[in-house]
């Protein structure tokens, strides 16, 4: 069964970046789309970027585009999320989940990760 661990969250400073790292074992991801999705304190899970099984079409919220790439390394059975420009509105428990690509909401992914904590303050 497909299992996911994400890594490379912590506490940055407004303005600083991080890279988020999901790595997938069990069984290779290809065929799936991977989604990052996050959860602030009290607000339900929302989604931040998806990319299709291909790694040609990808989806952004609005609030990650133009500071936030999401991409895939299929060799690797790995996938990042970069980061810039953060700031406190980002701080979030950020979850990586595979499944369909479709519309890159939460109901389309079957498998999720345990979530990696990022926090931006000064």
């Known amino acids: 069964q497909l299992q996911l661990v994400e890594s490379g969250g912590g506490l940055v400073q407004p303005g600083g970046s991080l890279r988020l790292l999901c790595a997938t074992t069990?069984?290779?991801?290809?065929?799936?789309?991977i989604g990052w999705f996050r959860q602030a304190p009290g607000k339900e899970r929302e989604r931040v970027s998806c990319?299709?099984?291909?790694?040609?079409?990808?989806i952004y919220a609005d609030s990650a585009k133009g500071r936030f790439t999401i991409s895939r390394d299929f060799a690797k059975n790995q996938a990042y999320l970069d980061m810039n420009g953060l700031n406190l509105e980002d701080t979030a428990v950020y979850y990586c989940?595979?499944?369909?690509?479709?519309?890159?909401?939460?109901?389309?992914?079957?498998?999720w990760g345990q979530g990696t904590q990022v926090t931006v303050s000064s």
């Open positions: 069990g069984e290779p991801m290809a065929g799936r789309a």
């Open positions: 989940a595979a499944g369909a690509f479709y519309s890159c909401q939460p109901d389309d992914f079957d498998y």
């Open positions: 990319i299709d099984p291909s790694a040609e079409f990808t």
